[in-house]
């Protein structure tokens, strides 16, 4: 990779080539033009008011505008939260507030329903992209009366983003990082980046996840500092992503398990159909992947599937790729940064045995608190400095990791653990699942019992046929305890548009109100 990672460079050698391209629609941006439009979006930022370590949020689906003011703020030092379009208007207003968002970038089609709960005072610059609306800045028109020369006191920008709240109220992750000098890499992007899975100026990379999401945003905004071309999709449709990565000759990509199952569920005719040779490097992670559904891939596409543990903190990762993965099946890897440690009830006690199931921590990774929440930053760390993400697992005697599941979802059944992930990984594999959650419901005598929701795929089965097909099909392969002893049926999963889970949404409907962690 070149010693300087920044559109303006790649700007000054190679202006005329792509940066980034709207799958669906074929709107582009030479790096010529994305370092003009970041430079003029920098200036309209110091005209308003706003200098290093200042804060903006934005909330605008997947386009160039997306990343026209993402650039802005990352050349100018300024923090930049990006937040779910899925969102209630009650949920953006309080992560613009939590965040000390300063300006408010909003597509002007998703401002309407905002402006109830939105200061409407100096304390927030509202600014529309996408088309005008009377009584707010237009972003096009603030850009249009500033020069596409940098600013004078340029610095690195950083996201601050907030947890998916899977399982709770979303947390600002605030990371020691931002104000270096122009053009530096976040730690963890370069390991992921670099050392992981090598992109460079030749990489065409496809995105197709919701970039307000830390991994498709952090790996996008990383192709425009190396020299990529990333071409971003709208929305994931598992054929169109096939047509895609034949048509542009993609050689990295970064998704997640619930992308694979879509794309494995195809007809094989359509399956068939696309040239996928021209990937290198497949990374997938946010959730974990059923061994069944990562070997299918693998049989398809070659070992070029790299899989890493982290998440939006930062504080540490793991990695592996597939030849590993095929001797370790399961694992999600050894760290690569941090040291990982699996801890007991006492989380400042000392690390448990090789093989004992326990909490998983960082040692010696990158810092990171909760904006806004020195509760749950302490609830995350141990005296020592060691820090988690609230996940459940042990290592093998090489030292690679195996999640679980996450320590919230463990269910507790006449005082045995028993982790629901292991219980969806094997209903995944039934042709007529096409998504599944797996939780405790009460149980009077047992505490909890193990409850299946599924979204069903086209079968002739009724409900009640399917259902004990499905707890004979997951007894055949588990222990009875692990399996469900009842199975219910939805439309939809809830799931984030990056394949996270929320589980909350459907276990909150088997639990009185008083019960609920």
């Given at each position: 990779?070149?010693?300087?990672?920044?559109?303006?460079?790649?700007?000054?050698?190679?202006?005329?080539?792509?940066?980034?391209?709207?799958?669906?629609?074929?709107?582009?941006?030479?790096?010529?033009?994305?370092?003009?439009?970041?430079?003029?979006?920098?200036?309209?930022?110091?005209?308003?008011?706003?200098?290093?370590a200042a804060h903006v949020a934005l909330l605008i689906e997947n386009s160039l505008d997306f990343?026209?003011?993402?650039?802005?703020?990352?050349?100018?030092?300024?923090?930049?939260?990006?937040?779910?379009?899925?969102?209630?208007?009650?949920?953006?207003?309080?992560?613009?507030?939590?965040?000390?968002?300063?300006?408010?970038?909003?597509?002007?089609?998703?401002?309407?329903?905002?402006?109830?709960?939105?200061?409407?005072?100096?304390?927030?610059?509202?600014?529309?992209?996408?088309?005008?609306?009377?009584?707010?800045d237009f972003y096009d028109d603030l850009c249009a009366l500033q020069p596409a020369t940098p600013i004078r006191d340029e610095l690195t920008g950083q996201d601050l983003l907030y947890s998916s709240g899977t399982t709770g109220r979303p947390k600002g992750v605030e990371l020691p990082f931002g104000g270096e000098p122009l053009g530096t890499l976040m730690p963890i992007m370069k390991v992921l980046g670099e050392q992981m899975c090598g992109m460079n100026g030749e990489t065409r990379y496809l995105s197709p996840a919701p970039l307000y999401h830390a991994a498709p945003l952090r790996f996008t905004m990383l192709c425009g500092s190396v020299g990529a071309t990333a071409i971003v999709m709208k929305k994931f449709d598992a054929e169109r992503y096939l047509s895609l990565v034949e048509t542009h000759r993609i050689t990295h990509t970064q998704v997640v398990p619930t992308m694979f199952v879509r794309m494995l569920k195809l007809d094989p005719g359509i399956r068939a159909k696309f040239d996928v040779s021209s990937l290198q490097a497949v990374v997938h992670a946010a959730a974990p992947c059923p061994e069944d559904v990562?070997?299918?891939?693998?049989?398809?596409?070659?070992?070029?599937?790299?899989?890493?543990?982290?998440?939006?903190?930062?504080?540490?990762?793991?990695?592996?790729?597939?030849?590993?993965?095929?001797?370790?099946?399961?694992?999600?890897?050894?760290?690569?940064?941090?040291?990982?440690?699996?801890?007991?009830?006492?989380?400042?006690?000392?690390?448990?045995?090789?093989?004992?199931?326990?909490?998983?921590?960082?040692?010696?990774?990158?810092?990171?608190?909760?904006?806004?929440?020195?509760?749950?930053?302490?609830?995350?760390?141990?005296?020592?400095?060691?820090?988690?993400?609230?996940?459940?697992?042990?290592?093998?005697?090489?030292?690679?990791?195996?999640?679980?599941?996450?320590?919230?979802?463990?269910?507790?059944?006449?005082?045995?653990?028993?982790?629901?992930?292991?219980?969806?990984?094997?209903?995944?594999?039934?042709?007529?699942?096409?998504?599944?959650?797996?939780?405790?419901v009460p149980h009077e005598e047992m505490g909890e019992a193990v409850k299946a929701v599924v979204q069903r795929a086209a079968t002739g089965l009724t409900d009640d046929q399917l259902e004990a097909e499905l707890i004979a099909y997951c007894r055949e392969r588990l222990s009875r305890l692990k399996c469900p002893a009842s199975v219910d049926f939805v439309t939809d999963m809830p799931r984030t548009p990056t394949g996270k889970l929320i589980k909350r949404h459907l276990r909150d409907r088997y639990w009185p109100v008083k019960a609920r962690s």
């Open positions: 990779m070149q010693d300087i990672k920044h559109p303006s460079f790649h700007a000054k050698t190679r202006p005329d080539k792509i940066a980034y391209e709207i799958a669906e629609t074929g709107e582009s941006l030479t790096y010529a033009e994305l370092d003009a439009a970041s430079n003029r979006g920098a200036h309209v930022l110091r005209d308003i008011g706003l200098g290093p990343l026209r003011v993402c650039w802005s703020a990352q050349r100018s030092g300024v923090f930049y939260t990006a937040i779910s379009t899925h969102l209630k208007a009650a949920e953006v207003a309080y992560i613009v507030a939590d965040c000390g968002a300063r300006a408010f970038f909003v597509s002007a089609h998703l401002l309407p329903p905002l402006l109830e709960d939105l200061p409407r005072d100096e304390s927030l610059r509202i600014i529309t992209v996408g088309a005008r609306i009377a009584g707010f990562k070997q299918a891939m693998i049989d398809w596409w070659g070992p070029i599937l790299l899989e890493y543990y982290a998440g939006t903190e930062g504080n540490g990762v793991t990695i592996i790729d597939s030849h590993q993965w095929l001797a370790h099946r399961g694992s999600v890897g050894r760290a690569l940064l941090g040291e990982l440690k699996i801890l007991g009830e006492d989380k400042n006690g000392e690390p448990l045995p090789t093989g004992e199931v326990g909490d998983v921590y960082f040692a010696g990774g990158n810092p990171f608190a909760y904006l806004n929440a020195p509760e749950q930053t302490a609830q995350a760390h141990n005296a020592r400095g060691w820090s988690t993400l609230g996940d459940v697992g042990y290592l093998d005697e090489e030292g690679y990791l195996y999640l679980t599941d996450r320590k919230s979802y463990t269910i507790i059944s006449g005082g045995v653990n028993i982790y629901p992930q292991e219980t969806e990984n094997v209903l995944i594999g039934h042709p007529a699942v096409a998504d599944v959650a797996v939780f405790g």
